[in-house]
């Protein structure tokens, strides 16, 4: 991270705290309302409390030595009422610490729901640009700030606040020469605290993207325990890890520094000027100056105390302050983020086709869908039937704008057909597949899906109408019959059952200790790869689309599943248009049209007959004769 970008400035942190504030108001600005109210009722309770020991000494302890009296009755009733009042302020402070408990827990509760809504609208770019890890933390670690300043901090900074200003009013109203000297000395605290807290906030958000960076490459290890362990590579593992924890380290004792000084160095200058109160005090006292008495006097040591204390107690929550400000930074990045853009209008839709077969939209569900596409000069709609054509005509693409990774890519689809993709790894075929279901926006020529320019329609329609099996599965939390259904929400369990049958995954998952109600956890780790990818397939046919897209769909399976599964899907693939990425060539060999793809150029196609005929670079990959 560039110095620029690492530094945390005062004003950054100021304005980043009042977003947090404004953002705990949106959902609780009345609770909040009612913790100042409750407050403002404590801190007077405490100002009461503190002034109480004049009234004692000047209206009763020397009177009653000057006179003998005995009579306690007036000192009773001024006692009853200052419990009275401090009852009051202590179920006060019991009031908005509970409610100020809720207001925290909800506002992370509505922060964190609002980071996942945000972070699922972001592209795929921003995922395969940020370590996994790292994004973790911004629930974590970073959210987690928010709560101690939610929770304590602030609080705690408006009742000192509201504290020092009631003391600083009785204070003025006791004795303005007193008084002056509070001041002075509560100014030098306010300059120490801001210096310090200047100091150490810059190494604040050091801290929280070092702790990503923790999280981030404890996830990598644990995901590759097992090339760890194969490669022995436990003592470099560790290696690795102690610098990145030795850079936190490092972050955190920079941060923590100055911010550990902060309370100690403002305690003792508060003991100061409690000193220094009690010597003008005393000497005004004795020599009765400026209608000083010994009741003032221990009033007054008292309420420098309550004046200075709120700026310790400040002092000491700047650490949760500053901290919270640099988990902030990183929160509202997060949520700052520019989601996914969708300009999209073309709408996929349940259909109906007449006998004359005219297509219009229906209100239920069908087996028919189309497009639905409204004109705006004409003021129309029409409709057009999806099919699964797909046109790539020149396309340009680069993950950078100066570096191109695809060049003049042309192809058509027609409905039904297999196109298959292959080639070295890295000559751009999952890129292509990319660009369809639009996870990247292409840079220079056309995609039409139906005849439909693909940046007219909506994305999510776009991709609801194609089925993808990636070579690396993704297995969620839940049973076996849930997975299956990710692929349609509102498939029945029959559906889902068929669709096992159809990618041969109904035999092993009957095998398993519960069926198709057996638990599935850690990404699916009690089941081998080859049974991971079976699932994989089986939640594709169950969204029945259109179109498939197959990355390497039967990469883990052995030879003898291989052959179930691609039975199965031969069977899924009838009438649909499919694009297949494949290194073993034999599994595509009945496809339609076979493009021979490097460094990012299509550069030979047709069938297989027609490319083995041509001894050209499929015919090399093919057979294994380079030499040809």
Same mark, same amino acid.
């Given at each position: 991270? *560039?110095?620029?970008?690492?530094?945390?400035?005062?004003?950054?942190?100021?304005?980043?705290?009042?977003?947090?504030?404004?953002?705990?108001?949106?959902?609780?600005?009345?609770?909040? %309302?009612?913790?100042?109210?409750?407050?403002?009722?404590?801190?007077?309770?405490?100002?009461?409390?503190?002034?109480?020991?004049?009234?004692?000494?000047?209206?009763?302890?020397?009177?009653? =030595?000057?006179?003998?009296?005995?009579?306690?009755?007036?000192?009773?009733?001024?006692?009853?009422?200052?419990?009275?009042?401090?009852?009051?302020?202590?179920?006060?402070?019991?009031?908005?610490?509970?409610?100020?408990?809720?207001?925290?827990?909800?506002?992370?509760?509505?922060?964190?729901?609002?980071?996942?809504?945000?972070?699922?609208?972001?592209?795929?770019?921003?995922?395969?640009?940020?370590?996994?890890?790292?994004?973790?933390?911004?629930?974590?670690?970073?959210?987690?700030? %928010?709560?101690?300043?939610?929770?304590?901090?602030?609080?705690?900074?408006?009742?000192?606040?509201?504290?020092?200003?009631?003391?600083?009013?009785?204070?003025?109203?006791?004795?303005?020469?007193?008084?002056?000297?509070?001041?002075?000395?509560?100014?030098?605290?306010?300059?120490?605290?801001?210096?310090? *807290?200047?100091?150490?906030?810059?190494?604040?958000?050091?801290?929280?993207?070092?702790?990503?960076?923790?999280?981030?490459?404890?996830?990598?290890?644990?995901?590759?325990?097992?090339?760890?362990?194969?490669?022995?590579? #436990?003592?470099?593992?560790?290696?690795?890890?102690?610098?990145?924890?030795?850079?936190?380290?490092?972050?955190?004792?920079?941060?923590?520094?100055?911010?550990?000084?902060?309370?100690?160095?403002?305690?003792?200058?508060?003991?100061?000027?409690?000193? %220094?109160?009690?010597?003008?005090?005393?000497?005004?006292?004795?020599?009765?100056?400026?209608?000083?008495?010994?009741?003032?006097?221990?009033?007054?040591?008292?309420?420098?105390?309550?004046?200075?204390?709120?700026?310790?107690?400040? *002092?000491?929550?700047?650490?949760?302050?500053?901290?919270?400000?640099?988990?902030?930074?990183?929160?509202?990045?997060?949520?700052?983020?520019?989601? #996914?853009?969708?300009?999209?209008?073309?709408?996929?839709?349940?259909?109906?086709?007449?006998?004359?077969?005219?297509?219009?939209?229906?209100?239920?569900?069908?087996?028919?869908?189309?497009?639905?596409?409204?004109?705006? !000069? #004409?003021?129309?709609?029409?409709?057009?039937?999806?099919?699964?054509?797909?046109?790539?005509?020149?396309?340009?693409?680069?993950?950078?704008?100066?570096?191109?990774?695809?060049?003049?890519?042309?192809?058509?689809?027609?409905?039904?057909?297999?196109?298959?993709?292959?080639?070295?790894?890295?000559?751009?075929?999952?890129?292509?597949?990319?660009?369809?279901?639009?996870?990247?926006?292409?840079?220079?020529?056309?995609?039409?899906?139906?005849?439909?320019?693909?940046?007219?329609?909506?994305?999510?329609?776009?991709?609801?109408?194609?089925?993808?099996?990636?070579? $690396?599965?993704?297995?969620?939390?839940?049973?076996?019959?849930?997975?299956?259904?990710?692929?349609?929400?509102?498939?029945?369990?029959?559906?889902?059952?068929?669709? !096992?049958?159809?990618?041969?995954?109904?035999?092993?998952?009957?095998?398993?200790?519960?069926?198709?109600?057996?638990?599935?956890?850690?990404?699916?780790?009690?089941?081998?790869?080859?049974?991971?990818?079976?699932?994989?397939?089986?939640?594709?046919?169950?969204?029945?689309?259109?179109?498939?897209?197959?990355?390497?769909?039967?990469?883990?399976?052995?030879?003898?599943? #291989?052959? =179930?599964?691609?039975?199965?899907? $031969?069977?899924?693939?009838?009438?649909?248009?499919?694009?297949?990425?494949?290194?073993?060539?034999?599994?595509?060999?009945?496809?339609?049209?076979?493009?021979?793809?490097?460094?990012?150029?299509?550069?030979?196609?047709?069938?297989?007959?027609?490319?083995?005929?041509?001894?050209?670079?499929?015919?090399?990959?093919?057979?294994?004769?380079?030499?040809?």
């Amino acid at each position: 991270m *560039s110095e620029k970008k690492g530094r945390f400035e005062t004003k950054a942190a100021v304005k980043l705290l009042k977003r947090v504030i404004k953002y705990m108001l949106h959902y609780y600005k009345f609770p909040f %309302l009612l913790v100042i109210a409750c407050i403002i009722i404590t801190a007077i309770a405490t100002v009461v409390g503190a002034t109480f020991p004049q009234t004692l000494v000047d209206d009763y302890i020397i009177p009653m =030595l000057n006179s003998g009296s005995r009579d306690f009755s007036g000192l009773a009733k001024d006692l009853i009422r200052l419990a009275c009042i401090m009852a009051v302020g202590v179920v006060t402070a019991f009031t908005y610490n509970r409610i100020m408990v809720n207001v925290s827990q909800g506002t992370m509760l509505h922060l964190r729901d609002d980071l996942f809504h945000n972070m699922e609208a972001l592209p795929i770019k921003y995922f395969d640009t940020h370590a996994h890890g790292d994004i973790m933390s911004v629930y974590t670690n970073d959210v987690d700030t %928010l709560r101690q300043l939610l929770s304590q901090s602030i609080p705690q900074i408006i009742n000192s606040l509201i504290t020092m200003a009631a003391t600083l009013v009785t204070m003025i109203i006791l004795n303005p020469a007193l008084t002056v000297i509070s001041i002075l000395t509560a100014v030098v605290m306010l300059l120490v605290t801001a210096n310090f *807290s200047r100091l150490s906030g810059r190494y604040y958000i050091h801290q929280q993207m070092d702790l990503g960076a923790v999280d981030g490459f404890i996830e990598e290890m644990l995901d590759g325990q097992k090339v760890v362990k194969v490669f022995c590579h #436990e003592q470099a593992a560790m290696d690795d890890f102690h610098k990145v924890n030795e850079g936190l380290r490092n972050s955190t004792d920079k941060a923590n520094s100055y911010a550990n000084l902060l309370m100690p160095v403002n305690a003792n200058i508060g003991w100061i000027s409690y000193a %220094l109160v009690a010597i003008v005090g005393a000497i005004l006292g004795i020599n009765e100056l400026a209608g000083v008495t010994i009741g003032t006097v221990i009033t007054f040591v008292g309420l420098n105390k309550s004046f200075t204390n709120p700026i310790t107690q400040v *002092s000491q929550q700047i650490n949760f302050v500053v901290n919270a400000a640099a988990g902030a930074q990183r929160v509202f990045d997060l949520m700052d983020q520019e989601p #996914e853009t969708d300009n999209g209008y073309v709408e996929l839709v349940n259909a109906k086709e007449d006998e004359n077969g005219q297509i219009t939209e229906s209100e239920t569900r069908t087996n028919l869908w189309a497009w639905k596409h409204p004109h705006k !000069a #004409e003021g129309t709609v029409t409709y057009t039937k999806l099919e699964g054509a797909v046109v790539l005509d020149d396309v340009d693409f680069g993950y950078t704008e100066d570096k191109m990774v695809l060049h003049n890519i042309s192809l058509w689809a027609k409905p039904g057909q297999k196109i298959a993709f292959v080639g070295a790894t890295g000559a751009g075929k999952t890129t292509i597949t990319n660009l369809i279901n639009r996870f990247y926006d292409i840079a220079d020529g056309k995609i039409r899906y139906d005849g439909i320019n693909i940046n007219k329609i909506k994305k999510a329609d776009l991709r609801r109408s194609l089925g993808i099996v990636l070579q $690396d599965t993704h297995l969620f939390t839940g049973t076996v019959m849930d997975n299956i259904r990710y692929g349609k929400l509102d498939a029945t369990d029959e559906d889902c059952i068929k669709a !096992a049958k159809l990618a041969n995954a109904d035999g092993f998952i009957r095998r398993l200790p519960d069926g198709y109600n057996t638990m599935l956890t850690g990404d699916g780790a009690n089941l081998s790869q080859g049974q991971r990818q079976l699932l994989a397939i089986a939640r594709a046919a169950v969204a029945d689309p259109p179109a498939l897209i197959l990355d390497e769909a039967t990469s883990s399976i052995d030879t003898r599943t #291989e052959k =179930l599964v691609q039975d199965g899907m $031969d069977a899924l693939m009838k009438g649909r248009t499919t694009f297949v990425i494949a290194h073993r060539l034999s599994t595509v060999k009945n496809s339609d049209c076979i493009m021979v793809m490097e460094q990012g150029r299509i550069i030979e196609r047709g069938t297989h007959d027609e490319l083995i005929a041509a001894r050209g670079k499929y015919y090399q990959l093919y057979t294994g004769n380079f030499a040809a």
